[in-house]
T-cell receptor
Framework: GAGVSQSPSNKVTEKGKDVELRCDPI?????LYWYRQRLGQGLEFLIY????????KSGLPSDRFSAERTGESVSTLTIQRTQQEDSAVYLC?????????????FGEGSRLTVL | AQSVAQPEDQVNVAEGNPLTVKCTYS??????LFWYVQYPNRGLQFLLK??????LVKGSYGFEAEFNKSQTSFHLKKPSALVSDSALYFC???????????FGAGTTVTVRA
């Protein structure tokens, strides 16, 4: 597709379960970002990729969070042993390259609800 | 470290009146500045950016913003607001020597008919 695609759009899970969130960036975009948006709050940076390399993982909230990317394509954000405080919208964005002056293009997000 | 402050949680204006959404930033070096808009249940959409050059930048939907280095501000403006401009607006900053884009907490704009 022409835009950033995220799936699932909605996910309801029970506390303690693992979840995987998927992001398919715009074709040709080498940089990919994950952000978290809690209800009524701004965007919290989680991680970015240049290609399949993640130089900065400092934004991941805990070791329950991990992310990987296959080449310059799909990325998966995995949350293990989910907690209620993980409930949020997880936004993925892509751009032409890290360090470029271009804007980020965002997907519509994956809304995660942990019961 | 870099950060963005949007001092107003909400801005309410009447349709046809000027709209201003405030943003101040902090970076160690020179900034790249962005404004995004988020409509209900939608992803963020890019409005405009300041990279270099003219301090007044124009973007989508009639919005503009002015970069003020001395005041470290990048306020978003629209001369005549529309009801359809009602949305959540985010200011974002990136240091030119960094790759992380940091966002403010957002300002909810409500334009009443």
């Amino acid at each position: 597709g022409a835009g950033v695609s995220q799936s699932p759009s909605n996910k309801v899970t029970e506390k303690g379960k693992d979840v995987e969130l998927r992001c398919d960036p715009i074709s040709g975009h080498t940089a990919l970002y994950w952000y978290r948006q809690r209800l009524g709050q701004g965007l919290e940076f989680l991680i970015y990729f240049q290609g399949n390399s993640a130089p900065d993982k400092s934004g991941l909230p805990s070791d329950r969070f991990s992310a990987e990317r296959t080449g310059e394509s799909v990325s998966t954000l995995t949350i293990q042993r989910t907690q209620q405080e993980d409930s949020a919208v997880y936004l993925c964005a892509s751009s032409l390259a890290l360090g470029s002056t271009g804007e980020l293009f965002f997907g519509e997000g994956s809304r995660l609800t942990v019961l | 470290a870099q950060s963005v402050a949007q001092p107003e949680d909400q801005v309410n204006v009447a349709e046809g009146n000027p709209l201003t959404v405030k943003c101040t930033y902090s970076v160690s070096g020179n900034p790249y500045l962005f404004w995004y808009v988020q409509y209900p249940n939608r992803g963020l959409q890019f409005l405009l950016k300041y990279i270099t050059g003219d301090n007044l930048v124009k973007g989508s939907y009639g919005f503009e913003a002015e970069f003020n280095k001395s005041q470290t501000s990048f306020h978003l403006k629209k001369p005549s607001a529309l009801v359809s401009d009602s949305a959540l607006y985010f200011c974002a900053v990136r240091d030119r020597n960094d790759y992380k884009l940091s966002f403010g907490a957002g300002t909810t704009v409500t334009v009443r008919a």
